[in-house]
């Protein structure tokens, strides 16, 4: 039962930090007026992303971050910056004008590389759940759980945040129909402003982590 308790807390843990709801407003946003085919490319493509990234994360998040010198605070004010201009155009549109995100002639592969990034990370696999998944793999498995069985369990945690995150995505699609064009383009621009206070809080994570004296 202690195991199952713990491995519990990591889903939890995890799935909160990842947070899929975050990002059915910029998915709205950049893929208004694509084809129901497309929207479900984007959707399995940032489902994907989340879960090669945080797999990843798993296996070699801690060696390679220390390989190119990298820390979490400086991942997480990079990630902030990026969440926060992309905000920028959600509140103000294209040019300031009330234009969609999405441009006309944005085509597919434009929207599978914004699937990635900044969909994929660092909105939703952002600086919190890969330092999550790094500092839980290096903990060593729970009491009776050898490393590799630890290590099995956690992909499987991160398969299932992924398939939340799948989810999620495709009910932005009754969304989209019951709010119309206008609902979308209003809420789109109100999303715009949660979306930077995200971004803010990322950056202000990633400072106190870099200068722990801002956090006194």
Do not use: C
Not at 49 to 69: K, N, Q
Not at 166 to 190: H, K, M, N, Q, Y
């Amino acid at each position: 039962m202690s195991e199952l308790t713990v491995y519990l807390e990591v889903f939890i843990a995890l799935y909160v930090l990842v947070n899929p709801l975050e990002g059915i407003p910029m998915f709205l946003a950049r893929t208004q007026g694509a084809s129901e085919e497309l929207r479900r490319a984007v959707a399995r493509t940032a489902a994907f992303g989340v879960t090669s990234i945080l797999l990843a994360s798993l296996l070699v998040g801690h060696p390679l971050l220390e390989v190119l010198g990298i820390s979490i605070g400086a991942f997480s004010v990079a990630g902030g910056v990026i969440i926060f201009l992309i905000a920028l155009t959600m509140v103000l549109g294209s040019s300031g004008s009330s234009k969609p995100t999405r441009s006309p002639d944005e085509g597919s592969e434009d929207l599978r590389r914004f699937a990635l990034v900044p969909l994929a990370t660092p909105l939703l696999a952002g600086p919190g759940a890969i330092g999550t998944v790094i500092v839980y793999a290096s903990r060593g498995g729970a009491s009776g759980v050898g490393e590799l069985e630890h290590l099995a369990v956690l992909a499987g945690i991160v398969f299932l945040v992924g398939t939340a995150t799948w989810f999620a995505l495709r009910a932005a699609d009754p969304l989209r129909e019951l709010l119309g064009d206008t609902g979308i383009d209003v809420s789109t621009r109100i999303s715009g402003i949660l979306v930077a206070a995200i971004a803010v809080g990322m950056i202000q994570q990633g400072l106190v982590a870099l200068f722990p004296i801002l956090g006194r």
